[in-house]
């Protein structure tokens, strides 16, 4: 069967790229990262592109006038390269409905709380600040507000007293760095849909069990 091909958005260091390039390097996967696509041209993300031999493009929003000429040009990258998938991983524009409708239900991000708490910038900070015992990620569908839509995969962290942002970040991360690649998997099997907003998969006790990280 052909396998779904990924097109990966990027701003920055693309640890969770690499997750998703190596999960698709075992030819038995049922996605492959086909394009990667940065806002920015010094994204050290790219040198993990260039290194797996996938294609990628820098796509600057400086260089276009208006909001609509830079999603244009990456919704015609991503056609010109066949993508079913658009992963956003680390990707820090906000994307107008424009984009989100045209890729609506083929475009899915990660964010490092457990949506729909603590959506949008220094995540880690503010579940610190709140006194929460608990934080994670979230793999969701990608609608118009920002960090909102169907969760596909979650996982949980527990926040250990002592914690920086910088731990829980971490401790985070790798949490990340199971929950998009077996989301993409998720999807590429077909065992995913949504229904009135939510996402149902087959199986999901599977993938539940597999995603608490337990304490120490
Ligand atoms: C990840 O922690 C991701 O969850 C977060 O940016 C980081 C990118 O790291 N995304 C957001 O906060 C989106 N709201 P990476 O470049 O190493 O994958």
């Given at each position: 069967m052909a396998r779904l091909r990924v097109g990966v958005l990027i701003s920055g260091r693309g640890t969770n790229l690499q997750a998703l390039i190596d999960a698709g390097a075992d030819p038995a996967a049922p996605a492959e990262v086909a394009l990667v696509i940065s806002s920015q041209g010094d994204a050290p993300g790219l040198a993990r592109a260039r290194a797996a031999g996938i294609r990628s493009e820098v796509i600057n929003h400086r260089a276009f006038n208006a909001k609509q000429g830079f999603e244009a040009s990456m919704d015609a990258a991503l056609r010109s390269a066949r993508i079913d998938l658009v992963c956003l991983a680390g990707f820090m524009r906000i994307l107008t409905p424009w984009f989100v409708e045209r890729w609506r239900d083929r475009l899915i991000n990660i964010h490092p709380s457990l949506l729909p708490a603590f959506k949008g910038l220094d995540t880690h900070a503010r579940v610190l600040a709140s006194g929460a015992r608990f934080s994670g990620c979230t793999v969701h569908f990608v609608?118009?507000?920002?960090?909102?839509?169907?969760?596909i995969v979650q996982a949980v962290a527990p926040v250990i007293q002592g914690d920086t942002p910088e731990t829980l970040a971490a401790r985070v991360l790798e949490l990340e760095h199971r929950c998009y690649p077996l989301a993409v998997?998720?999807?590429?099997?077909?065992?995913?849909?949504?229904?009135?907003?939510?996402?149902?998969?087959?199986?999901?006790?599977?993938?539940?069990?597999?995603?608490?990280?337990?304490?120490?």
């Open positions: 609608r118009a507000e920002m960090d909102d839509g169907p969760i998997q998720l999807i590429a099997e077909g065992r995913v849909w949504i229904r009135s907003e939510r996402v149902e998969i087959a199986n999901a006790m599977i993938t539940n069990a597999i995603m608490i990280n337990p304490v120490g």
